[in-house]
């Protein structure tokens, strides 16, 4: 499904030079789509090179945001996005990262490194204990997660 997702990162630690900025491709989210690796996930000194792959002839603007703890930016599921490894010996780089998709989302036949562990085998639907309904058009609710 199209459009289905944007991504809440909460910063726990400060996001900064020495512990690693957050990136994104600028107008990446309008490139074409391809059948490029599609994840900023690779680590080590690599990690943009899916990203380039999947620009193809396009051009590519990183934008490097520092997110003081406490802060937290918001991307649409087709904006390329990461950042390099933590430099810092000794401070951490810790967020929580809410994932917020449409209702009718299915899972694809290969839902990846973020999405791919709350699939189960006997469905294609996320799960309410893992993607709870938090706005509907229909007027449902995840009514056994908040029991009301």
């Given at each position: 499904v199209e459009n289905n997702a944007v991504t809440v990162w909460i910063a726990l630690d400060d996001a900064d030079a020495e512990t690693g900025v957050v990136e994104y491709a600028r107008g990446s989210h309008r490139w074409p789509r391809s059948s490029a690796k599609t994840t900023f996930h690779a680590?080590?000194?690599?990690?943009?090179?899916?990203?380039?792959?999947?620009?193809?002839?396009?051009?590519?603007?990183?934008?490097?945001?520092?997110?003081?703890?406490?802060?937290?930016?918001?991307?649409?599921?087709?904006?390329?996005h990461g950042s390099a490894c933590n430099g810092s010996k000794i401070r951490p780089r810790r967020a929580v990262a809410l994932h917020l998709i449409r209702e009718d989302v299915k899972f694809g036949p290969s839902p990846g490194y973020i999405y791919g562990r709350y699939k189960l085998a006997d469905s294609d639907e996320p799960r309410p204990e893992f993607f709870p309904i938090t706005y509907s058009t229909r007027s449902t609710t995840s009514a056994r997660l908040f029991k009301i």
């Open positions: 680590g080590g000194a690599g990690y943009r090179q899916a990203m380039l792959d999947a620009a193809g002839t396009e051009k590519v603007d990183i934008a490097e945001l520092r997110v003081p703890k406490g802060s937290c930016v918001i991307h649409h599921q087709d904006v390329w």
